[in-house]
């Protein structure tokens, strides 16, 4: 006799959150395949009719270059620790610009797939997750470029350069860290989307991208640290140039990172199942 194998089909079964939800972050790995296609979506979408294509993310980077250049080095002569000015401001603007992108992309990620979330099961939380994974092939052409631009400037980056792919998942965790929040109070608070754009052009002034970390007050150093954006920042310039981090400053602002991530994630789980109906 042969044995009969029983089928069990996969069931999911949808139940209201507590208060304490579990995260049930395994489920990314169960849709990774819709993740990668969301964003992939993305990034044709953002370049599919635009006139220079992917340029864009090179030509945003240099503008602020230029711009920091002329402010910081030739009129405010910020201290750089021997390295050339460009290349200073370079390495924060490529972490930078993806976090300010993906996290002004992700807020408003839900509310842009809308007609997504309010017909399909499926984790929302693959929907700014992968938002933030369609911003990491400008990081990847952001990157190239700076060692072009230290190639230019004569700047041979220490061997640590080879922690670049650790800048780039730092800069996805702090992205995430934030979009989470905005996507999630964005489906209920519409004037979240009003806000981000001031949000970020802001955030830009008080994280150390153009000015090093040792530039702000004493006194006012430690808050610098509740910025989840600081030890992006601080640990490129120190695998990347080989500058010196305020390693103290770089632990709180990755717990500060840590915290906002737990807690937005718990958020999230916590109105997930409200979306369908108030999106």
Known sequence: MTAVE???????VLEPPGRWSALKLGELWHYRDLLYILAWRDVK??????LLGAAWAVIQPLVM?????????RIA?????????????FVALVPW???ASATAASGSSLVGNQNLV???????????????????PDFLIGSTLLFVIMAVFGFVPPVTAVLLPVVMLSTMAASLSVGVWLSALNVAYRDVQYVVPFLIQAWLFITPVAYPTASVPE???WLTGLNPMLWVVDFSRWALLGTTASWGLVLLSVATTALLLVSGLYYFRRVEHFFADVI
Do not use: C, D, E
């Open 6 to 12: 029983t089928f069990h089909p996969r069931r999911t």
């Open 45 to 50: 979408v953002r370049y599919k009719q635009a």
């Open 65 to 73: 270059m230029g711009i920091f250049t002329l402010l910081f080095s």
């Open 77 to 89: 002569n910020v201290p750089t620790g021997g390295v050339p000015y460009p290349v200073f401001a």
């Open 97 to 99: 610009t993806m976090f």
């Open 118 to 136: 309010s017909k399909v099961y499926f984790p929302r939380l693959v929907i700014p997750a992968g938002t933030v994974l369609a911003w990491v």
């Open 219 to 221: 006194g006012l150093r």
